[in-house]
């Protein structure tokens, strides 16, 4: 039976990360009751709109997660008339992963018995670096020791699952101060880590810093796209090492501790997304892959009760998805698999793209039905999920 994930977006962050470009920022509290009503709203109304739309949407809810955004700022009472709409919403079940994303130095202790309290499984941390300077340049509010002794109360609160975010390419990173962060991430016995290479986006301060050629972020620091390939490198053996292994380009976890939400992305099993700049897929009465979401804009989002663009995806962007958000994971794509949700000629129109990538050492087979990216594939993702789009059109 095909089970739910919730995503609620909380977008309010203490200050703003130089790097960040979400539609995260820091606004004032008096907008946080508003923002929780209009979720709670949002929580009520969606099964209505959904039948509007001919959707469909299980009734279990296996997974839960709270993205930001630092949805710990949000206070032990939101939280609860949070869970308490969720849990009257939809059926949670006892077993369901319900994950929080934390910035180290940030969680009262008030606001972690709420969590405990309130059936949250798995914390996961933004820290970033556990070298003090590159959290500090950067912005993040905390140090190593901060960060340590909040996965530490986190256990301690009977909170067991603990993930932990790290970025390769911060400004001033060597590759001694990134074997540091990895080696104390590997000592903390998380089960789950998370490793971002930096991607420096026009609208984050230090992109802006970057255009204009200033000093103040240090975005002249920031390492060469070879370098940053080099740390996410060794990143990848570093944590097989300590083991975490790699299940995506992205994830790295001890066994059966992968993001059980995340991994619904990248399967393409539904869930619903709630709250400013959050997306949703569900299917259709005809089994097509149906996509929505909200606006970026918080004001717009307090005002404007709509979803945007509910749209059945036609079969072949549906084909496209399945590939690029495939081969995201190690597991890979299964042809068998494609074969029966599409068809063997639409498969079969793939099957150069795939062989080109094979001759250029990104792709490689392996079980004779599997498809995987290798290590430079994964390197290069970018490059080659855009060889899976604009193929032919699907039968
Ligand atoms: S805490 Fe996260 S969401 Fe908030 S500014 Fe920093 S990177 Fe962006």
New binding site residues.
Partial sequence: MEMLGLYLSV?F?????T??N?A??VFPASYHDRYISRIENDLSSIRKRAKQWGAILPQAVDSIYFG???PSLLSPAQFRRLFTTVRREFAVLPTAEVTV?C?PGQIEPAVLEALAECGVTRVSF?V?SFVDSEAKAI??LHNRAVALEDIRRVQAAGIGDVSVDLIAGLPGQTLDSWYESLGVLADSGVDHASIYMLEVDDESRLGRELLVNGGRYRAKEVPDDDRIAEFYTEAVASLAGHGLAQYEISNFSRTDCESRHNLKYWRRQPYLGFGLDAHSMVRTHSGAAMRFGTTDDLDAYLKDPGWVDPRPLDREEEMEEAWFLGLRLNEGVSLGALRQEFSASAVRDFLSTIAELEDEGLAAFFDGDRVTLTPRGRLLSNEVFGRFLAEPAVA
Avoid: I
Avoid at 13 to 17: D, L, V
């Fill in positions: 977008p962050c203490r200050s703003k990360c790097y960040c979400f995260s920022n930001g955004g630092t994303e910035a933004g970033q912005g993040r």
